[in-house]
């Protein structure tokens, strides 16, 4: 890197980030704001409800091949090009949805906004890496959990709030996001600097083929789990988990050559690995309890706004303790937070697992900060640990590794919970999971949430073994 570069990194590193903050908050937070519009989208265009989920599913799916492949993107391109293109196509993506008259153009949207969004997050986590001193990344690596926690969180809020104040029209959703895109892509183009910490390494095409075909059908797959999942998605996940061991034979393969497209090395730092599997369990958990929770409320009669308006203090409060996290991180390390963190963590669903169809409403709230308190105390730390410790060319693949396993294991613990809530619900009720009563599809529920407590024992023990002696994987020359 050249002095003028470091100069550079050195002068700008809090306002590049900020912008990039900026842009993933508003991609994030885009992923999720469509959700409640699914039901006004599908009466505006006569569509069959399995059609209009296909708003969510298309981005998803998109998410889930675009994601492996930004480890590369990451690397072989300078940071202000990368983000222009990327929040150019988000912008381009949202524009579209303005005009878009049928739901072949919305789903064109949704797909270019995707393709944007992708990059974004890791984008941030690798400026992060390479721009901040190592003992100020904790409390930065804080504001970025905020991005990841708080996003999510508000986007159904947001979207209730303006399709009532548009008339339920969901054109308004584009509408209120094309100013906001646009500017934050002229700030970004502007005021972001011209480092350049290109990797120059080479892409194997096939890596990207096999990327696509194994992720893209294997995440659809999983989504489908306890839904609509029929022989065609188990077709798929097979052939997905097939090609996905071939992907990864194939990485190891290329890693010694640098032309991987996630180089899989990164696995041998243990910080690395373990953060990895803590992380990796986590996403399972949180993406668990959003799915099944609403399911509970909803069945208990509660109404849809006052289902968001409880599943909103948790996200909130884990988010808004990023920063102090990030700063307890850069004094102490990992451990001494991760360790509570997930017993935290575990407690909280534990207590989930005592829901009934009487459970007081405020023992859900409070159950739930609890759930959020403790991914707040693991999610800053781990990240930061994690990869801090990588060597700086593995930087972009560190953070499309811990991208992708988000999107998979997210998957997977959607899939998992509700297939838990099934099978218990089946062998627990007289009358048999098809015809169960309320009440005892509720009895289901717990059990998933106590099969989910005995994880978190797991997460536990894995988190006593993030010690201060941090091996690290040197790459050779």
């Given at each position: 890197?050249?002095?003028?570069?470091?100069?550079?990194?050195?002068?700008?590193?809090?306002?590049?980030?900020?912008?990039?903050?900026?842009?993933?908050?508003?991609?994030?937070?885009?992923?999720?704001?469509?959700?409640?519009?699914?039901?006004?989208?599908?009466?505006?265009?006569?569509?069959?409800?399995?059609?209009?989920?296909?708003?969510?599913?298309?981005?998803?799916?998109?998410?889930?091949?675009?994601?492996?492949?930004?480890?590369?993107?990451?690397?072989?391109?300078?940071?202000?090009?990368?983000?222009?293109?990327?929040?150019?196509?988000?912008?381009?993506?949202?524009?579209?949805?303005?005009?878009?008259?049928?739901?072949?153009?919305?789903?064109?949207?949704?797909?270019?906004?995707?393709?944007?969004?992708?990059v974004l997050l890791p984008l941030l986590m690798t400026t992060v890496l390479n721009l901040v001193p190592e003992h100020e990344?904790?409390?930065?690596?804080?504001?970025?959990?905020?991005?990841?926690?708080?996003?999510?969180?508000?986007?159904?809020?947001?979207?209730?709030?303006?399709?009532?104040?548009?008339?339920?029209?969901?054109?308004?959703?584009?509408?209120?996001?094309?100013?906001?895109?646009?500017?934050?892509?002229?700030?970004?183009?502007?005021?972001?600097?011209?480092?350049?910490?290109?990797?120059?390494?080479?892409?194997?095409?096939?890596?990207?083929?096999?990327?696509?075909?194994?992720?893209?059908?294997?995440?659809?797959?999983?989504?489908?789990?306890?839904?609509?999942?029929?022989?065609?998605?188990?077709?798929?996940?097979?052939?997905?988990t097939c090609l996905l061991v071939w992907f990864v034979l194939r990485q190891l393969s290329l890693a010694e050559r640098g032309?991987?497209?996630?180089?899989?090395?990164?696995?041998?730092?243990?910080?690395?690995?373990?953060?990895?599997?803590?992380?990796?369990?986590?996403?399972?958990?949180?993406?668990?309890?959003?799915?099944?929770?609403?399911?509970?409320?909803?069945?208990?009669?509660?109404?849809?706004?006052?289902?968001?308006?409880?599943?909103?203090?948790?996200?909130?409060?884990?988010?808004?303790?990023?920063?102090?996290?990030?700063?307890?991180?850069?004094?102490?390390?990992?451990?001494?937070?991760?360790?509570?963190?997930?017993?935290?963590?575990?407690?909280?669903?534990?207590?989930?697992?005592?829901?009934?169809?009487?459970?007081?409403?405020?023992?859900?709230?409070?159950?739930?900060?609890?759930?959020?308190?403790?991914?707040?105390?693991?999610?800053?730390?781990?990240?930061?640990?994690?990869?801090?410790?990588?060597?700086?060319?593995?930087?972009?693949?560190?953070?499309?590794?811990?991208?992708?396993?988000?999107?998979?294991?997210?998957?997977?613990?959607?899939?998992?919970?509700?297939?838990?809530?099934?099978?218990?619900?089946?062998?627990?009720?007289?009358?048999?999971?098809?015809?169960?009563?309320?009440?005892?599809?509720?009895?289901?529920?717990?059990?998933?949430?106590?099969?989910?407590?005995a994880i978190g024992l797991v997460v536990i023990a894995l988190s006593t073994r993030l010690g201060r002696d941090r091996e690290?994987?040197?790459?050779?020359?």
């Amino acid at each position: 890197m050249t002095a003028d570069t470091k100069a550079a990194g050195r002068r700008t590193p809090y306002m590049a980030i900020y912008v990039l903050l900026a842009a993933a908050f508003m991609a994030i937070l885009n992923e999720t704001v469509m959700s409640v519009a699914i039901p006004v989208v599908k009466a505006d265009l006569g569509i069959s409800a399995a059609t209009a989920g296909w708003l969510t599913t298309s981005f998803l799916l998109t998410m889930a091949v675009i994601i492996p492949t930004t480890g590369y993107l990451v690397g072989a391109f300078r940071l202000r090009s990368l983000f222009a293109v990327c929040q150019g196509l988000f912008v381009a993506g949202t524009a579209i949805g303005i005009f878009a008259s049928s739901f072949t153009v919305v789903i064109i949207a949704r797909i270019v906004q995707a393709s944007g969004t992708a990059v974004l997050l890791p984008l941030l986590m690798t400026t992060v890496l390479n721009l901040v001193p190592e003992h100020e990344r904790g409390r930065m690596m804080g504001r970025l959990t905020v991005v990841i926690a708080v996003a999510p969180a508000i986007g159904p809020t947001i979207s209730g709030l303006i399709l009532e104040l548009s008339g339920r029209d969901w054109h308004a959703l584009f509408e209120s996001m094309l100013p906001l895109g646009f500017l934050v892509l002229v700030v970004g183009i502007a005021l972001l600097p011209k480092v350049d910490e290109r990797s120059h390494k080479h892409v194997d095409l096939f890596s990207v083929l096999l990327s696509a075909a194994s992720f893209g059908p294997l995440v659809y797959a999983l989504s489908r789990i306890g839904s609509e999942f029929d022989r065609v998605s188990a077709a798929m996940a097979l052939v997905g988990t097939c090609l996905l061991v071939w992907f990864v034979l194939r990485q190891l393969s290329l890693a010694e050559r640098g032309r991987a497209l996630l180089d899989l090395r990164t696995f041998k730092t243990p910080s690395f690995r373990v953060s990895s599997i803590i992380l990796s369990v986590a996403f399972m958990m949180m993406f668990g309890v959003i799915i099944v929770l609403p399911l509970y409320l909803n069945l208990r009669g509660v109404e849809i706004k006052t289902i968001g308006l409880m599943l909103m203090p948790g996200p909130l409060v884990m988010g808004l303790m990023g920063p102090a996290v990030g700063r307890l991180f850069d004094k102490y390390g990992a451990r001494p937070l991760a360790l509570p963190g997930s017993i935290a963590l575990t407690l909280g669903v534990l207590g989930l697992g005592f829901i009934s169809d009487s459970t007081p409403l405020w023992w859900i709230v409070a159950c739930h900060i609890v759930f959020e308190i403790g991914l707040g105390f693991l999610f800053t730390p781990l990240f930061t640990f994690g990869l801090g410790d990588l060597p700086r060319d593995l930087y972009p693949d560190g953070s499309a590794i811990t991208n992708t396993l988000q999107q998979v294991f997210g998957a997977v613990g959607t899939a998992l919970f509700v297939a838990l809530s099934g099978v218990a619900t089946a062998v627990l009720a007289p009358s048999g999971g098809d015809a169960a009563p309320p009440h005892e599809v509720i009895r289901g529920y717990s059990a998933a949430m106590f099969i989910a407590a005995a994880i978190g024992l797991v997460v536990i023990a894995l988190s006593t073994r993030l010690g201060r002696d941090r091996e690290k994987f040197q790459l050779r020359d």
